[in-house]
T-cell receptor
Framework: AQSVTQLDSQVPVFEEAPVELRCNYS??????LFWYVQYPNQGLQLLLK??????LVKGINGFEAEFNKSQTSFHLRKPSVHISDTAEYFC????????????FGTGTLLAVQP | DTEVTQTPKHLVMGMTNKKSLKCEQH?????MYWYKQKAKKPPELMFV???????INESVPSRFSPECPNSSLLNLHLHALQPEDSALYLC???????????????????FGPGTRLLVL
């Protein structure tokens, strides 16, 4: 079955430190990858997406992600986090075919400490 | 503009009440979605509308009744809910299927802020 794995349920990090949130997906010929962020008591906001082309994707708020087909990964990175980055981060995938059904990972809580 | 709006922000209802959630977008999108999200969990897809027609129903109980009166509006009618239905209900929209009718997996879904529902 198609799936998305976010192994880290919570990532604590100090302010101004770098961070990487991990995402792995089950292999497929064609895959489209998304990272969404959910701040407390809010909806989901698109951070970035990979559809095709360059494997390094830049998003909003200084985040970037790299699509690695051989490792079936799409890890999210930021070189220096702020307190305001504290939120839940969801990796999501759609697969080529007849549907655009998003398959979500279980989410990673990024907890930035002063 | 990638805004999806939802009303109300919060809703408290008893198990015998009838209420409705409303979602609106003005991006010209032709696909709209309802998701349910429990605390500390990812969103779960409930319904998908494509060109105002229901295209996906993820085996949702009949106490949830979706309606798409036009291409900009999506409603979710609630009746005889259970306490376990308490959750954040999210609406999303995307561009929609192409002329061939098939859905486009590359589409980006844009989410609204959600309605937080409490069933007593």
């Amino acid at each position: 079955a198609q799936s998305v794995t976010q192994l880290d349920s919570q990532v604590p990090v100090f302010e101004e430190a770098p961070v990487e949130l991990r995402c792995n997906y089950s292999s497929s010929v064609s895959v489209y990858l998304f990272w969404y962020v959910q701040y407390p008591n809010q909806g989901l906001q698109l951070l970035l997406k990979y559809l095709s082309g360059s494997t390094l994707v830049k998003g909003i708020n200084g985040f970037e992600a790299e699509f690695n087909k051989s490792q079936t990964s799409f890890h999210l990175r930021k070189p220096s986090v702020h307190i305001s980055d504290t939120a839940e981060y969801f990796c999501a995938v759609t697969y080529g075919g007849a549907t655009n059904k998003l398959i979500f990972g279980t989410g990673t809580l990024l907890a930035v400490q002063p | 503009d990638t805004e999806v709006t939802q009303t109300p922000k919060h809703l408290v209802m008893g198990m015998t009440n009838k209420k409705s959630l409303k979602c609106e977008q003005h991006m010209g999108h032709r696909a709209m979605y309802w998701y349910k999200q429990k605390a500390k969990k990812p969103p779960e897809l409930m319904f998908v509308y494509s060109y105002e027609k229901l295209s996906i129903n993820e085996s949702v109980p009949s106490r949830f009744s979706p309606e798409c009166p036009n291409s900009s509006l999506l409603n979710l009618h609630l009746h005889a809910l259970q306490p376990e239905d308490s959750a954040l209900y999210l609406c999303a929209s995307s561009q929609g299927p192409g002329l061939a009718g098939g859905q486009i997996p590359q589409e980006t879904q844009y989410f609204g802020p959600g309605t937080r529902l409490l069933v007593l």
